[in-house]
Nanobody, 118 residues
């Protein structure tokens, strides 16, 4: 099993920045990707960014390109999401997901709230 835990959410004014962290533990060698998703009130969960290894390719949703940066710290099995130029529409619960080598295997965190005030 893999456990995933997010941290770093909070309240910020529009134009501000936050950095989220997601730490994976357990059988992390059985994973090959980690990603960030978000869910705003009344909306479906949507993709934000993800990173795959070993090639390190990172993909972003169009809505966050140029503002959000995802990175990975291999030793700590931790990924980060640096969010700059935040907008009120970025307000959501942000979830981290680890993807397992076995097809269809996903491990979700509990989520962390990000609120951007106008």
């Amino acid at each position: 099993q893999v456990q995933v835990a997010e941290s770093g959410g909070g309240l910020v004014q529009a134009g501000g920045s936050l950095r989220l962290a997601c730490a994976a533990s357990g059988r992390t060698l059985n994973t090959y990707a980690m990603g960030w998703y978000r869910q705003a009130p009344g909306k479906e969960r949507e993709f934000v960014a993800h990173i795959r290894w070993p090639n390190g390719n990172i993909d972003y949703a169009d809505s966050v390109k140029g503002r959000f940066t995802m990175s990975r710290e291999n030793v700590k099995s931790t990924v980060y999401l640096q969010m700059n130029s935040l907008k009120p529409e970025d307000t959501a619960v942000y979830y981290c997901k680890a993807t397992g080598l076995v097809p269809g295997t996903h491990y979700w965190g509990q989520g962390t709230q990000v609120t951007v005030s106008s």
